[in-house]
């Protein structure tokens, strides 16, 4: 699976942005999931979702404002990221996971994207 994500830049807090992650390859994905990573802290995980059914999950500082979907016929998931504040900074990543396990950690995916910066100034 070769994963190509975009959309991220510089924003003022309260802004919107659209990430994008386009899958292509021979390699079936389970789900896609987007995780994030500031300076000097862990890759943590914001959002996800299954191919199959459409199921989401989102990390609690981020729920009630970003939006994954995905569409199917272009292999594309995008991340809507509403309402965002200064904290939201950080490198951006999609990752594909081919195997049913743990969704929200990092270590149960198989392949990443190269990253996308979202900058958001206060």
């Known amino acids: 699976v070769q994963l190509q994500a975009s959309g991220g830049g510089l924003v003022q807090a309260g802004d919107s942005l659209r990430l994008s992650c386009v899958a292509s390859?021979?390699?079936?994905?389970?789900?896609i999931g987007w995780f994030r990573q500031a300076p000097g802290t862990e890759r943590d995980f914001v959002s996800a979702?299954?191919?199959?059914?459409?199921?989401?999950y989102y990390a609690d500082s981020v729920k009630d404002r970003f939006t994954i979907a995905r569409d199917i016929s272009v292999n594309t998931v995008f991340l809507q990221m509403d309402s965002l504040k200064p904290e939201d900074t950080a490198v951006y990543y999609c990752?594909?996971?081919?195997?049913?396990?743990?969704?929200?950690?990092?270590?149960?995916?198989?392949?990443w994207g190269q990253g996308t910066q979202v900058t958001v100034s206060s």
């Open positions: 990752a594909a996971l081919t195997r049913p396990r743990d969704i929200r950690n990092k270590e149960s995916y198989d392949y």
């Open positions: 390859g021979r390699t079936y994905s389970n789900a």
């Open positions: 979702i299954v191919w199959s059914g459409g199921r989401v």
